[in-house]
């Protein structure tokens, strides 16, 4: 099992990023795949999440109206799209896949290494 982020990166206030997140050795599409992200200092929150087999999307509220979970089955990668970024959004972002959802760390099973994500001006 793998799960690759990329697309990480220094962006200023204000400004977007687009986290892509591929896997493989899974059955993708069976899987609820969701985003969390660390801050230093702090402990792994939940950002968003995405259930492929009864569509529906979560996320925290936090990022609500500014981040945009999607995903391509046919790439077996999913994406996080982050808007109006802010200062207090600098984290290492991970890509994590559950068999049953949910918002908290224990319910994935497999996790991405992360891709750092700084917003600064």
């Known amino acids: 099992v793998q799960l690759v982020e990329s697309g990480g990166g220094l962006v200023q206030p204000g400004g977007s990023l687009r986290l892509s997140c591929a896997a493989s050795?899974?059955?993708?599409?069976?899987?609820?795949m969701g985003w969390f992200r660390q801050a230093p200092g702090k402990e792994r929150e939940f950002v968003a999440s995405?259930?492929?087999?009864?569509?529906?999307?979560h996320y925290a509220d936090s990022v609500k109206g500014r981040f945009t979970i999607s995903r391509d089955s046919a790439k077996n990668t999913v994406y996080l799209q982050m808007n109006s970024l802010k200062p207090e959004d600098t984290a290492v972002y991970y890509c994590?896949?559950?068999?049953?959802?949910?918002?908290?760390?224990?319910?994935?099973?497999?996790w991405g290494q992360g891709t750092q994500v700084t917003v600064s001006s």
């Open positions: 050795g899974f059955t993708f599409s069976s899987y609820v």
């Open positions: 994590a896949a559950s068999r049953l959802g949910g918002s908290s760390t224990n319910g994935y099973d497999y």
């Open positions: 995405s259930n492929w087999i009864i569509r529906n999307s």
